[in-house]
């Protein structure tokens, strides 16, 4: 640089060496890097099958004292030293690591993401069943079948205790991509208090739609203060609108959102959907602010909570982790007392999907095998492990739930009569949403949808931008209108 | 060695390009004196490498990249993550012609003009200008209070905006004794833009208390015996004095507020999309919906927008300087 | 502002005290718009004070039986107060880097005439609040995890020097900007001065400069720190260790499975991760003063 005579000579080729290193690195690694997704490459189902040592990482979407801190603690403290020690007494040293997060959903798949496309990330990894599809697209995961092969995967006694259909939430394209770790229901969550200052029974199942806004009604003119009815809409509480709300009316009315390679569009089921959302925002049964404000969802669960709203449409969760006594957000002391649940109706008797009485909508997590992982079968032997009636048993013994296995579900829900209604009559005629990749983009359609409900347009209108806006997310031949 | 002479009640004109040393040195005609305290050039480029590599390694380089990405339909999942085209300008196409980009550019610029340029930059100005006359004491609590909002993290700020403007037991509703409004379902962007210039006002405020500070009392006493009102004052004393501090704090505030994420943390950009700003509609894209490629478009409009803006405040206040 | 003229006495007298009661109206005015001011800026903090001892916070400022059981709660988290120490780390790293980075540009670029160099300040200052956000995610990870892992694993993910070096680089355009207005301020006779006496460069650097510009520097520090303090995107796309993460991140685990706010917690924790960097700042300002311009007073 000292022998640069004109000014600013040297700053200049700094500058332009800058800028062309600059733009080669971005070529180059672009080129590399952009589609490091790349193929399925799930490699020899085999390898290192015979080491005496390995290391395998666990990662969820878990922290302890923080979110799912439980699932996080089962992890660390029993799966982990447990697997191990049984390890041990084989002769082989297993390090186990978990490696927790806890963030918002969104936040962890885009992080899941990453590792993944650079080949690393942990060996076993929790995702959201609706992901698998969209996953499996990208080249993210593979089927288990590829990664430890279909011997060793058929081979696992487990699989029959796991129901068909909760089985299909860690499957894309018939192929089984992981093994869930639970599932879930949505029922009608009403205050019995509520119900019963209106003159409502407290022990109330209704079997139509009609039923259920005539509850609303008589709430809406003996308690004026209280909001009936509020059913979940809108995009500020995400995908909580589709699956608590829109979905579950949909099998009502008889149609799957997606079904025979076909979405549903402006069709006669999405718009009699449509029209209870207008009943209720329009007519005031429900308050229209909770579904427009960023933490309206929060403020619907506290207001349930403190008996100023009747009825909410909600899954299991929200007994577990929202009015729950001892570790709700909103906890309700006489929760056993004050909350009931009832099963969604179709609108008439025998409409819903598939001539039911009764729907529901069901979701949950599936654990995965990185296709990239060292130890492949060991990877699968923490997963069985992970999956076994004992482990599975653990995981719920602080607080109970849905478990994946049939077995353990008979044990451990006997105490907890909501679960078990959710798991013996609400689980049994559930559906799930299909994995497809387009779905997450159908879904903002269906909450914008909504949207537009609760600020004014009619079910026509909202079925029509419903519609347009499906247009723009997948094929015209894929929507079925009518 | 020639000093070129320097007035000291000018500090920020190196901002408008004019009258700092170097410059004046080099329009002189005197080549020999690059700078006046003989640091040299090959020193001054020393000094400057360390930071210019960071910057080109940990900024350019992603940004080109981003840019790149921008031309491409490079999505986080799916084929288009697995085999990504160049595409060219059919993102840009798309945005262009996407009305929820229209929508959030213009609640942008209102987010901008109300909470930046005349919210964060008049209250700053107002409370560096009308505090001189506190007592020590009493200014210090008024500047702290300022700061404080200024200096804790937007997630915890959030928490606290939205206990402020809660429907149900909210602090303004109980002020107000009026219980019931939802002022962030009614009035979101009014909520916002007050948010912000509460968040924000404090590095305009110590930026003018400083930048008045180089206003010469004499001229201001001059200006209270001729019995000029407050307004005068200002337009014929003060402001003279801080035009170039007028400069770098409103294109620093409207850049940062340009790209702020922080009322997504209230407002989620709802309801609906009434108020998803610039950096909400880029977080929808980005990570919501996973549309890499077209964030990466929606990012160099961004700059561009932003670059039209700065370009018109150098020209807004560079006239009048060499005027 | 022309005197009224008037021919009668007592209207003089009145008319002073009209000025009198006019300029005491618009004093009373003057603080009762002080004190408004002031209300505004405390008014949000309030929650802040009430809710971490409210055993079940809302939205809503209560004033209950005053509990401790949260702050028992999050203490118990075995992560939090290592959340705080490794904010600490990465705020202290990137407000090191960027003073010194930014001291050292901005005196060069004040004092010695670059070509072009206000223009390259633009276009970094534009870039860098443009890049930094949620669309450069995806080339800032894999540079880290693919190039600056293969060079080393300190510049790798999963470390908190990575994470600084890329926070610094974000920082670092609007801190010489800023700075570089500092150092505009102070008028160069000093050096010049130190120069005659056959000071050294460095000398005067060390000696003259860094003395006159402390207080710039410390307000960039501060300016840095609140930075990294609240960034959450960075550190957690580039931290993959839980026990490296920050508060930024530690404080977005405080929700359920589905995404509800644990407020007790939340507000205890908010307090807990907001004090050290007001106590920071107080230090900063205590110690070395925290101004944006005007080193020396014309």
Known sequence: MRGSIRPGASSRRARTFTLVTGLSMVSVLAAGCLGGGGEESAGDPDRNADATE????????????????????????????????????????????????????????????????????????????????????????????????????????????????????????????????????????????????????????????????????????????????????????????????????????????????????????????????????????????????????????????????????????????????????????????????????????????????????????????????????????????????????????????????????????????????????????????????????????????????????????????????????????????? | MPVPSRRDDAPATAVTGHADPGEAAFSAGAPRAVDSVGLGRARALLFVAPALLLIGVFLLFPALWTLYIGATNFERTGPNHVNPQVTWFDNYVDVLTDPSFYNSLWLTLLFVLFSAVIGQNGLGFWLAWSTRRLHRRVRRVVESLVLLAWILPSSVVAFLWIAMLDQRGGTLDALLGNPGTAWLVEYPMVAIIVFNTWRGTAFSMMLYSAALSSVPPSQLETARLAGATGGQTLRDVVFPHIRGHVLTNTLLITLWTFNDFGPFLITGGGPGDDTEIAAVYLYNTAIRDGDLGYSGAISLLILVANVVLALAYLRMLRRRDSS | MSPKRSTAAADIGEAAARKTAVALARRVGFYAVTCLISVFFALPLLWLVTAPFDASPAYAIEFPEPTLRNFETILSNPYALPSLLNSLILAVGTALFVVTGAALAAYALSRVRIPGRDALLYVLLLLSSVVTGTAAMVPLFLMVSEVGGAIHPVLGVDSHFSVTLVMTGGLLPAAIFMLKDFVDSIPPSYEESARVFGASPFRVLKDVVVPLITPGLATIAVWSIVNVWGNFLVPFILLRDADKQPAAVLIRTLYTEAGQPNLALLATFSLLYSLPVVAMYLFVSKKYGFRFHGGIKS
């Not at chain 1, 918002?104 to 698998?132: F, M, N, Q, R």
């Not at chain 1, 005031?284 to 909410?312: I, N």
């Not at chain 1, 600020?455 to 079925?480: F, H, M, N």
Request: cysteine-free.
């Open chain 1, 54 to 482: 390995f290391t395998l990482t666990i990662t969820s979407n878990a922290i302890k004292g923080g979110k799912n801190s439980e699932g996080a603690t089962w992890i660390e403290d029993y799966v982990i030293p447990e697997f191990e020690r049984i390890q041990a007494e084989k002769g082989v040293t297993a390090n186990v690591e978990f490696a927790p997060v806890g963030v918002d959903d969104a936040d962890y798949k885009s992080s899941l993401g990453l590792d993944l496309e650079t080949g690393k990330g942990a060996d076993i990894i929790d995702i959201d069943g609706i992901w698998v599809g969209e996953f499996a697209e990208s080249g993210f995961i593979a089927p288990l079948d590829d990664v430890v092969g279909v011997e060793a995967v058929s081979a696992w006694d487990g699989w029959g205790q796991i129901q068909e259909s909760v089985q299909q939430n860690a499957s894309y394209n018939g192929e089984r991509y992981g093994v869930p770790t639970g599932t879930d229901g949505r029922v009608i969550f009403y205050n019995k208090d509520v119900f019963e200052a209106a003159g409502l029974p407290t022990d109330w199942q209704p079997t139509s739609w009609q039923e259920i806004l005539e509850a609303a009604e008589t709430i809406k003119a003996e308690s004026p203060d209280v909001i009936p009815l509020q059913l979940n809409a809108g995009t500020a509480m995400g995908e909580a609108t589709t699956m608590q709300g829109f979905l579950p009316l949909l099998a009502g009315a008889g149609a799957e959102i997606h079904a025979d390679d076909k979405w549903q569009g402006d069709t006669e089921a999405v718009r009699q959907v449509l029209e209870v959302y207008e009943t209720v925002y329009g007519t005031g049964l429900g308050d229209p602010t909770l579904q427009q404000e960023a933490k309206g969802r929060d403020r619907s669960f506290q207001l349930f909570a403190e008996g100023e709203v009747g009825m909410l449409l909600e899954s299991d969760y929200f007994w577990r982790s929202v009015v729950n006594p001892d570790q709700g957000v909103a906890p309700m002391e006489n929760r056993d007392e004050v909350v009931g649940y009832a099963k969604i109706p179709a609108v008439t008797p025998g409409a819903g999907v598939g001539g039911q009485d009764f729907v529901s909508m069901s979701g949950g997590s599936a654990r995965v095998i990185n296709p990239n992982t060292e130890y492949p079968q060991q990877a699968w032997e923490l997963l069985q492990f992970m999956n076994s009636a004992e482990a599975t048993k653990e995981q719920v013994a602080g607080s109970p739930r849905i478990t994946h296995r049939d077995d353990v579900n008979a044990e451990v829900l006997s105490g907890d009569p909501m679960l078990t209604f959710i798991a013996e009559e609400v689980v049994p005629l559930t559906l799930f949403r299909p994995g497809r990749l387009e779905y997450v983009d159908v879904s903002i359609a269906v909450q914008e949808a909504t949207y537009a409900v609760v600020e004014g347009a009619t079910a026509a209108e909202a079925a029509q931008q419903y519609q347009a806006a499906l247009e723009d997310v997948v094929d015209a031949g894929a929507i079925a209108t009518g």
